[in-house]
């Protein structure tokens, strides 16, 4: 056989089985809940095995300090993944790419670091430090290969909005701080000697109002660096021996040993101010901790869905690209907060455009371009290269070699950097004084980092085939950012830029190892030539890494086409930030995400089922028009829970599709049905086998054929004249059950049961039957702890909708047929005794 007709063969076999169609052929009894329980459940699985059981917590605990369940080992490999992974490493195959990937990410750090600390409102130094330690914690903790933990545009600018609100003070204080040579009396002769010699010591040890400023705002970004990590910490399950408890203890563990080493430090390195009150702080704080996780307050990171991400990063793109608006214009244009400070900054910036320095806008622009250039350059021979181009790193050392050979500074008065410190920074403890006040701020912190994270990092995984643990995850980006407040790091987050690049080149995480030993080169010995960098540059450089969120504006296209409520949401959440500020502006998002989902719970879809003929298949029957109503019968469908916020929809929407209102029965509305079906129930019994039923003649009731069973199957007899006849008119078929398809109720709470119980007793009243079918087990216990089956009966529960059908026309048909036989009797009774009267033997 070649090749043609292997393919010819094999299409045909593919056309043959979506040809061959398998039937159903099932013969069965009708179950309500009581009766399938008695047949199929015994007595003593009856009983739910959470009533038995004790609860989450308590086996949570156990199971954490049972030592059969919850090893050291087995701790340790999975707070530490590297232990598992390490030892399988392939050097052949992974080394030379980890080695090349860590090269180039550790080229976009120094340009990026050096940017984003500067948006953060910090030294420039300091975006060089967070791809030192914290990276280093991530690779040995961290569940994804390709994410780049560091600067991060969003949380920069995040952290430099809590850096400069809580720094307003402390900046007016230091401005009206008399220097030494303030207070010195240069009257005589002494106090110039004196002013002189303060002069030459203040060039050489006292610190300058600038210096003093950015030791305070580095101070504060360390402080809350640790409250972000705590706080990602607090929320996180810890995991024994493969299964996840309900418990999160790990905040206050992580609180205890982020005291224990403050302890060491302050001990062996120093001490600072608020050491005294350190222990009564912490201690109150890691019990606040501790409980916030056996209460499972992490849940507030689960209402951040993807629109309210992606407008909110959006949103906070358009506020970092009008923060570095000012460099690139070499204004100093105020810091603004609260609600419409976007709107007052370009109040400002339009009122003095005029002061812009032109070297600074030259400068600025020249290198956009170029970065554009570059970076279009390298995507389009990306297949044709090995390593990217690395247009940052690129930009950045020839605007400085420009700016130190052409003196920017001194000729054209184009901002630069200036001075920048050598080496590493010596270990030392976070002030615990300056966390009251930065708590909520370090709250929104820490899920804007989580739910970033585990987006790309999941996005990584499904395009290399492996799978992350999102809770490692939380708590890898926790420990990470607790250790880095430690060495003067703040807050860190993953890089959509950077982990491209690493997914690009990179293997694993060890790719880490040369970022390290590059970021130390950098500070140890080249730190000091970025000197004569311009800021402009460092603008330029985060305004064209916001392209990526910029493009997300497409998002907002998409989610209006496939689900408006989401693009409300996006939009919500995105003029929230532009308008109020970064922060509230999550919580509009949030809070409209909330209204949404409350909205469509309170007023869910509902509608009226019917069947497709020859089947057990119930669909909506305006929606697919093969569907017919099953005479006499109401099939109603609420595609929610039944709760306080929708119970009274519930009832409302049930009266206007039914058209019955037991409450006033008399009244009908408007609902017509174009059609319906002619049932022949098998309501089969055990001791028989076969049933058969007719219905009288009666103008109230359509006109019936015989109701049979064969071969142990349900009939269906269409009658589509008369049918149509009867039920498209006025003159329908008296509704004699409801049936409420309750599969779609994930959930009821009292008042929907009590809802639920109220129908029952009304449509009782008014000798309509009510149904509930397809009962969930929690659902059912729900109704019988409120007394719906004490007063309605177990039989009115049904299995499933087919079943609740089937019961209802056979009962009724039963019901009408003993009716139709006692009026023949009477009628045969009242005759004879005419006939009697009438005859002869009568007379005499």
């Not at 809350?224 to 418990?247: E, K, N, T």
């Not at 989580?450 to 708590?475: G, H, M, P, W």
């Not at 000798?767 to 509930?772: D, I, S």
Request: proline letters at 5%; charged letters at 15%.
């Amino acid at each position: 056989m070649n090749d043609s007709e292997l393919l010819e063969a094999q299409a045909n076999l593919r056309t043959h089985r979506r040809r061959r169609r398998y039937r159903i052929n099932l013969s069965r009894h009708v179950y309500n809940e009581q009766e399938f329980s008695e047949s199929f459940i015994k007595s003593d699985e009856c009983v739910s095995n959470s009533e038995n059981e004790p609860s989450l917590i308590v086996k949570t605990i156990k199971r954490y300090f049972s030592s059969s369940r919850c090893s050291l080992r087995a701790a340790l490999k999975s707070w530490f993944p590297i232990i598992e992974w390490l030892p399988c490493y392939d050097v052949r195959r992974d080394l030379a790419h980890d080695i090349a990937g860590g090269l180039t990410v550790a080229i976009m750090h120094i340009p990026q670091g050096l940017a984003y600390a500067m948006l953060a409102s910090l030294p420039a130094v300091t975006g060089l430090y967070t791809a030192f330690v914290p990276i280093l914690v991530y690779m040995a903790m961290g569940t994804s290969r390709h994410l780049s933990l560091g600067t991060f545009a969003v949380v920069c600018l995040m952290v430099g909005h809590v850096v400069e609100r809580e720094t307003e003070h402390f900046a007016a204080v230091v401005a009206a701080a008399p220097t030494p040579q303030t207070i010195i009396d240069k009257s005589s002769g002494a106090g110039l000697l004196r002013s002189a010699i303060y002069k030459e010591e203040a060039n050489n040890s006292f610190p300058s109002q600038e210096d003093m400023l950015d030791e305070k705002k580095l101070e504060l970004a360390i402080a809350l660096s640790l409250l972000v990590g705590l706080f990602q910490s607090s929320v996180l399950p810890i995991q024994c021996g493969g299964d996840w408890g309900r418990v999160f203890l790990a905040g206050g563990a992580c609180g205890w040993v982020a005291k224990l080493g403050v302890t060491v430090i302050v001990r062996y390195l120093g001490s600072f101010d608020a050491y005294p009150a350190l222990f009564q702080i912490e201690n109150v704080s890691c019990m606040k901790r501790f409980v916030m996780g056996l209460l499972k307050l992490g849940f507030v990171a689960v209402y951040l869905s993807d629109p309210i991400i992606s407008g909110f990063t959006t949103g906070a793109a358009v506020l970092v690209f009008t923060s570095q608006i000012k460099h690139i214009l070499g204004l100093n244009i105020p810091r603004y907060s609260g609600a419409f400070a976007l709107v007052q900054t370009y109040i400002f910036l339009f009122k003095n455009i005029t002061l812009s320095i032109p070297g600074a806008i030259i400068t600025g622009v020249v290198c956009i371009a170029l970065l554009i250039v570059l970076k279009f350059v390298s995507e389009k021979l990306k297949h044709k290269m090995k390593f990217p181009i690395p247009a940052e790193l690129i930009v950045v050392v020839l605007g400085t070699l420009v700016s130190y050979l052409v003196h920017l500074n001194e000729k054209f008065q184009v901002p630069i950097l200036g001075k920048i410190p050598i080496g590493i920074r010596a270990p030392s403890a976070p002030s615990f004084m300056l966390m009251r006040k930065m708590a909520p701020d370090a709250i929104v912190i820490a899920i804007v980092i989580f739910a970033t994270n585990v987006s790309l990092a999941k996005t990584f995984a499904r395009r290399n085939n492996y799978v992350i643990d999102s809770n490692q995850e939380l708590l890898a980006c926790g420990s990470a950012n607790i250790m880095g407040s430690f060495f003067s790091c703040f807050p860190v987050s993953a890089s959509l830029s950077r982990s491209a690049i690493q997914e690009s080149i990179g293997r694993t995480q060890l790719c880490t190892i040369p970022v390290v030993a590059v970021v130390i080169l950098v500070l140890l010995f080249i730190a000091r030539l970025f000197y004569h960098l311009p800021k402009a540059i460092l603008a330029a450089v985060i305004i064209v890494a916001l392209k990526g969120l910029f493009l997300q504006f497409s998002r907002l296209k998409q989610l209006w086409k496939i689900y408006k409520p989401d693009a409300v949401v996006w939009f919500s959440a995105w003029l929230g930030v532009i308008l109020l500020g970064i922060d509230v502006g999550l919580g509009v998002g949030v809070v409209m995400a909330l209204v949404v989902v409350i909205w469509k719970s309170s007023r869910p879809p509902a509608s009226l089922l019917g069947q497709i003929p020859d089947t057990g298949i119930y669909r909506d029957l305006q929606r697919i028009p093969s569907a017919r109503a099953v005479p006499g019968v109401k099939i109603f469908r609420f595609e929610s829970a039944v709760f306080y916020a929708n119970s009274e929809y519930f009832r409302s929407s049930l009266i206007e599709l039914t058209g019955i209102d037991p409450q006033n029965p008399n009244k009908h509305s408007s609902v017509r049905i174009n059609s319906s079906i002619h049932y022949r129930p098998n309501v089969c019994h055990p001791e028989s086998p076969s049933i058969e039923i007719t219905r009288p003649e009666a103008s109230d009731f359509a006109a019936a054929d015989e109701i049979f069973q064969q071969n142990g199957e349900i009939q269906v007899m269409m009658d589509d004249s008369e049918d149509r006849e009867n039920f498209s008119g006025n003159n329908s078929t008296p509704i004699h059950a409801v049936i409420v398809d309750a599969s779609t109720f994930n959930f009821i709470d009292t008042q929907g049961v009590n809802t639920l119980l109220q129908l029952g007793v009304e449509f009782e009243k008014i000798g309509v039957k009510f149904y509930l079918a397809h009962c969930r087990y929690h659902i059912r216990k729900m109704l019988e702890k409120a007394g719906f089956i004490a007063r309605i009966g177990t039989e009115h529960l049904f299995v499933s909708v087919h079943d609740a059908v089937i019961h209802a026309v056979g009962i009724h048909s039963e019901n009408v047929s003993h009716a139709s036989a006692m009026i023949s009797d009477t009628k045969s009774t009242n005759m004879n005794a005419e006939a009697e009267l009438n005859s002869p033997l009568a007379e005499d």
